[in-house]
């Protein structure tokens, strides 16, 4: 869903960019791929800062901004890697020519996906507790119990009897008891899972943060055109008349450059040609609907993507796992293997006699297999 939100606002203002500024919209693109594919290593956890990015993003277009709307004579003469392009990109942050929004917008994001990275890592760190316990070492008095469980009954010729579900209850709760050491310690993680879920979802916020994006571009964008004469009488003093030398210094260019689905590419950025490209919301989700899940997390079919209410699924979800570990030995004395009647095997002997119809005796040919289970079972 992150990547889902992060693709649909990159969409959006290269949008915005090829239908209102598309004087720039060419060279402006494989900033706007670096800025979302930046974001996107951010929410996997990579160590990359939001702030700086957004900061990378609005310095990279100032030139752009400057010789294409404020001074649009002086386009010809200055290219990115020249001295006058560095000095727009070195003053961008003290001449303020986009106004707040570049801070606002940064903030806004550095707050907001940092909670989504953490439920992300979150997550991850579940998994791994999970797949940690999957396997457990059964202690010998643990087998011994299992096997008297299920196998002495059919030493008896008590083939077609299922153990009481009190009795598997008792015998898997000793089995697990380590395991159920970890309900405390899992029920904080779950607690903390709810926290950033709700601080994540809570009113859209992080939603809204990704998808205004573009708003916040374009806020930035008419900002610097209102206040053109402005910008310009303080980059003469800084920077002086545009030369068009290239300097000594590296140009800045984009670390990140990513197709429309915010995964690190070598593609070059879309034409304004080939708005296609964007993948409307509907088709992300078939483009994902090859990754099964046990848990139904999928929007329904008459809605549309939405991160709140898939949140809000997930944490009906929380609620019901968070006494997993100490519920684990009732999930397994449920279903076919166990009964709770009078007719179950208790360890010792059945809770009443069962009819003759329902006993079977080992056949010759079964004997020789029993002989381990036999010993367990205390059976001559």
Known sequence: MFQYLLSFSQGHLSSLLEGTYSSLSRQALPHVNQLFSSLSLFLRGANVSVELTVHRFFNNIFPLVYTRFITPGIEGSVTASSTFGDCLRMIRQDVKPFGNYPVIMAQELAELL???RQLGLALNKGLEVINATEHVNFSRDCVKGLAKMVYCSHCRGLTLIKPCAGYCLNVMRGCLASMSELDQPWRIYISSLEKLTIAMAGHHSLELAILGVRGRVNGALLYAQNHGPLITATVDKVCGLPTGEPPDMRPTSPEFTTSTSTTTSTSPPPSASAPSSQLLPEEWLEKFAHLKSPFPLKPSKNNKPNLRTLSWDFLRLLQRYKPFFITVPEMLCEGEYVVDD?????????????????????????????????THCGVS
């Open 342 to 374: 009078s007719t179950c095997w208790g360890g010792d002997g059945v809770v009443e006699r069962v009819p003759l119809m329902r006993q079977a005796r080992w056949s010759k040919s079964e004997e020789g297999g029993i002989g381990s289970i036999k």
């Open 114 to 116: 940092e909670v989504g």
